[in-house]
């Protein structure tokens, strides 16, 4: 139905009317969708069912991405250029008089993440996918995404995101592969054979239903599977009062939690974790056996991969069905067990690491907890044998302590691989954060560093800047994206470094037109784009940005006109529980005010808050971007990805030496980056001995002393106190995250990049140099490294179209 337009037109006309039970002038745009949408993914079934019986056939190993976060977006336009179909169905429906573009927008993003973590996990699938991996996502498919963003007088509102509310398109359930997951009730010990048999009554089961996403890689056959678990009231009958048992079921797919900050909700949370990791493992199990039979054989057959600790519980669940069903000894199960996971970090803040109370876990999850702590037993045995009479340090590593389960040291101790997300992140788990664990398992440690799929963020959302990529080197790099490298030797070609400018222009040209469509602001495409847009943490120090901002508007006050005119762009969710970080997006929106109204400055900087910062608007967002702002302080950041989506469409990073960041320099060359600020190494040692006094830069810097005075000091008219907070955190608690250590650096360096910029040729050489260096960022390459040496795992001898 794709082979010729006429076909395609043919069949979506009588699809669209079969559908929707409308003729085609009565039809919407999102009839018009959903109806090429179902026509996709049929297309799609084709190979996704030839991918499952070829891996059934050959017996091929598998890898499973367990993770509690996906962001994946929109789909539609990913999968028919990917298909090699996006021309066809294009130029059918323009003979229908409709833009595909138009249908794209109709489709909703599927944001189920919060961040970094969760586009990752999307990234890979499409990596492993389209370098004909044999690996499948796990996640959970919750009704609603992270919430829908509003900016209210100045301040974030929140609302419950609806992406299921027309369906979804990409999706098949299968009801008959839904499993029972258990929950409270009490564990029955019995013996049977001359062993002791352990079996959990449960208080209550969930149905956990699964919903499967094919997952299409870039012209291959390949297409994996993303499984999404549902929950559901247990067919079962098990309560005496059905709607509290209703409610509280659906719940745990209801929202995904939108507070990486704090746990609200801790046991409905452990509970999702618990969903996920049950049914995900519960239904390799059962594809495994119905290829393989003996499970002794698992580890060699199946990889386990957990994406952070949320999904850590993987370990003792497999434990328990290997020694509790498979009746395996307890030794030969762990050994399978460890052998078949492996672990991501994916934060050093030590504020993030998860523990779990006993006195939530335990009753919710009685087996589990006796196999948590039957792991913990044996490992602190162990740690006494080798560090005998060492109790600090037993007790420091120990799983379960002070009253709480340490999911880190269970994923520590109980897999095989663990890794870091840049270099500098894995060096300082391995030296600080993790140490102990580092002296005892050197081996188990390893860096991965972060990858973006450049399928998505360059080829899908700069078209033009991909096709002139295509015109000089030739389409290679699509599958070899580290052949950008060859874009290097246009460096002193003047028509290849305007073409560039060009398509900067007409990017910020579409930026500029969603920002007065979102705004009513106009901004001028000539001036610089200086963008951050990622989560909202202190960490990330958005402050930092928004204090020069207001710096740069009172130099402009006091009459400095060689300003280089500037757009200041900025997109971030805060969390709602996270009371500092909402100052933060008011104290941004109160400058924008002040700054976009007064005349004296607005020729020359403006300044913009995009509401509801997701994947579809980051599309139109990094290939619109000169500047790239990647401040956060120094070894806060384990990696960072907004990093690499701006430099592969040709963005410069104002950065510290944080994360991947410091990667990215290696690759450029410190003439093709603005690097500033305090390094890891000396923030580490402030944080030690305890020297930094956030005061003296405010009494020695009249620049910082005006701008901190100014946040409280009716400078903006209708504050009142409300930036007191920010101020206080600065000074009164010693400014953690030493935004005004690092001020006075941050602001020479914009100056540089200012003028840098009056360089026009200058700027876009480093711009294309940015661009050829990116190459080793996609996520290809990370997960060949991960395949290769964590997953062992082969490419299916597939092939290309
Ligand atoms: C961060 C924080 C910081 C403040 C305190 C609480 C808290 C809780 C969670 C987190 C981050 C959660 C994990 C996460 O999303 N990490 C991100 O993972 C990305 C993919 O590896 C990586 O690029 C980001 O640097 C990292 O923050």
Redesign the pocket.
């Known amino acids: 139905m794709f082979s010729d337009k006429e076909e395609f037109k043919e069949v979506f006309l009588t699809r669209l009317e079969m559908t929707s039970g409308k003729s085609f002038p009565d039809s919407t745009k999102r009839d018009q969708y959903q109806t090429l949408g179902h026509m996709v993914r049929e297309y799609v079934s084709m190979n996704w069912i030839n991918t499952n019986e070829r891996s059934r056939m050959i017996k091929q190993k598998q890898v499973y991405y367990l993770s509690i976060e996906f962001l994946l977006g929109r789909l539609l336009r990913n999968n028919l250029l990917n298909l090699g179909i996006h021309k066809v169905v294009e130029e059918g429906l323009q003979d229908l008089g409709i833009e595909l573009g138009d249908l794209e927008e109709s489709e909703p993003d599927a944001g189920l993440g ?7 996990a999307a990234c890979f699938l499409d990596s492993l996918a389209s370098l004909d991996l044999p690996g499948h996502g796990c996640g959970i498919r919750y009704k609603h995404g992270l919430f829908e963003q509003k900016i209210v007088d100045g301040y974030q509102v929140e609302l419950p995101e609806q992406w299921l509310r027309h369906g979804n398109v990409w999706e098949i359930r299968k009801a008959d592969s839904a499993v029972e997951i258990p929950f409270w009730g009490r564990v029955e010990c019995s013996e049977e054979e001359g062993r002791l048999v352990f079996r959990h009554l449960p208080g209550e089961t969930v149905t956990a239903v699964p919903y499967d996403m094919p997952v299409a890689g870039y012209q291959t056959e390949t297409v994996n599977t993303l499984r999404l678990w549902s929950a559901e009231p247990s067919p079962f009958p098990q309560h005496k009062n059905i709607m509290q048992y209703k409610r509280e079921t659906e719940l745990i797919s209801e929202f995904l939690y939108p507070d ?2 704090h746990d609200e909700g801790k046991i409905l949370r452990l509970k999702q974790q618990y969903f996920l990791v049950s049914a995900s493992i519960r239904s390799i199990i059962e594809s495994f056996k119905k290829q393989h039979g003996n499970m002794k054989d698992f580890n060699q057959f199946i990889s386990i991969h957990i994406n ?1 600790t949320h999904p850590v519980l993987a370990i003792p669940e497999l434990m328990r069905i290997l020694v509790d069903e498979e009746k395996m000894a307890w030794e030969e199960a762990w050994d399978i067990t460890v052998s078949t996971i492996s672990y ?1 970090n ?2 050093t ?1 030590s ?2 690491l998860e523990k779990w109370p006993i006195r939530l876990f335990q009753p919710l999850l009685p087996r589990i907890f006796m196999i948590a702590e039957e792991i913990n037993k044996r490992f602190c045995l162990k740690l006494e044998e080798k560090y005998p009479g060492d109790w600090e340090r037993i007790r420091s590593m120990a799983i379960i302590s002070d009253g709480e389960v340490k999911m880190a040291h269970l994923a520590l101790a109980g897999s095989h691989s663990v890794n870091g ?2 270099a500098l ?1 894995t060096e300082i788990l391995k030296h600080r954060e993790m140490k102990q664990f580092y002296e005892l398992y050197p081996e188990k440690f390893n860096n991965k560093t ?1 990858g973006i799929t450049h399928r998505r963020w360059l080829l899908n959302s700069n078209p033009r800047l991909a096709g002139l990529i295509s015109e000089a080197i030739g389409p290679g790099w699509i599958k070899e994206p580290q052949r950008l490298g060859e874009m290097a030797k246009f460096a002193e070609d003047s028509s290849m470094l305007l073409e560039l400018e060009l398509i900067k222009e007409e990017n910020k040209q579409r930026l500029a037109r969603r920002v007065k469509q979102q705004t009513g602001l106009s901004i001028d495409t000539s001036s610089i784009f200086d963008i951050q847009v990622k989560r909202l ?3 990330k120090r958005q402050l930092l940005n928004v204090l020069h901002i207001m710096h740069m508007y009172n130099r402009i006050k006091e009459g400095d006109s060689h300003i280089q005119p500037r757009t200041f762009i900025f997109g971030a969710k805060a969390s709602p529980g996270y009371y500092y970080a909402k100052k933060i997006i008011k104290l941004i929106n109160t400058v924008a005010e002040k700054v976009n109204n007064d005349p004296a400055a607005n020729k020359l900087i403006k300044v913009v808050f995009l509401e509801n910062y997701r994947v579809s608007l980051a599309e139109e967002i990094f290939p619109a971007a000169d500047i790239s702002e990647q401040i956060s302080t120094a070894s806060k ?5 907004g990093n690499m989506k701006f430099m592969m469409n040709g963005a410069l990073t104002v950065g510290t030496l944080d ?2 960041n410091v990667e990215i320099l290696e690759r450029v060359g410190e003439e093709n980056i603005f690097i500033f600020g305090l390094a890891a190494e000396e923030v580490l040692r402030y944080q030690q001995n305890g020297e930094y006094r956030s005061m003296d830069y405010y009494h020695l810097d009249k620049r910082i002393s005006t701008i901190i005075n100014q946040l409280t000091n009716g400078f903006f008219p209708y504050a009142g106190d409300e930036f007191e907070s920010i101020a206080d955190s600065l000074l009164m608690h010693n400014d953690q995250y030493f935004v005004l250590r690092d001020f006075d650096s941050y602001a020479a360096i914009q100056k540089q990049a200012a003028n840098a910029y009056g360089d026009r040729l200058g700027w876009q050489r480093k711009s294309l140099m940015n661009i050829a260096a990116s190459g080793h960022f996609s996520s290809d390459r990370t997960i060949r490294e991960y395949a290769e040496e964590i997953w062992h795992i082969q490419p299916a001898a597939s092939h290309s179209k």
């Open positions: 919060n961040g970094g973590l969760g586009r990752l990486d900050t952070d991501t994916h934060t803040l504020e993030a997300v840049a992140h972060n943490h202190a960490y950041e384990a990696s960072g990805t994360g991947a």
